[in-house]
C-alpha cells in the first residue's frame, strides 16, 4: 500500500466509521499517547524496564501502527500530501547528509 492510499483510506474511515476528524490539538495529544506507548515497549523490550502484567499483551507493531494512523490523521486534516512531504524530506536529508554519517567517527563499524 503507498502512503497515498493509505491517507485515503484513513480519510474514508473517519469520514463513515469516526464520523469526523478529532480536532488537530487532540490528535496531537493521541500522537504523543500513541508515541508514549511505543516507548513503553521498547522500554521494557530492549531497555532495562521490565514488563508489567498490564503490559504484555502490547505489539509493538500494532502500537507503530497506532502512531502511522493519528500521524495520516494530522496530515489529512492539514491537507499535508504524505507522499509528496516524504519524497523531499528524502531528498533534502540526501543532500545535507551525504556524508555527514560516513564522516561520523561514532557510527565506525570497526
Known amino acids: 500500500m503507498e502512503i497515498r492510499e493509505a491517507q485515503k483510506l484513513v480519510d474514508e474511515w473517519i469520514k463513515t466509521v ?3 476528524y478529532f480536532n488537530e490539538l487532540t490528535n496531537m495529544a493521541m500522537l504523543t499517547e500513541e508515541v508514549g506507548e511505543v516507548a513503553r515497549i521498547i522500554a521494557r523490550k530492549y531497555g532495562e524496564q521490565s514488563f508489567k ?3 504484555e499483551s502490547k505489539q509493538l507493531d500494532d502500537e507503530l501502527a497506532d502512531v502511522l494512523w493519528v500521524l495520516i490523521c494530522l496530515a489529512n486534516q492539514t491537507g499535508i500530501d504524505l507522499t509528496a512531504a516524504f519524497e523531499r524530506n528524502l531528498q533534502k536529508k540526501n543532500i545535507r547528509d551525504a556524508d555527514r554519517h560516513k ?3 561514532k557510527l565506525d563499524s570497526r
Open 18 to 20: 469516526g464520523v469526523r
Open 53 to 55: 502484567q498490564s503490559d
Open 103 to 105: 564522516n561520523n567517527p
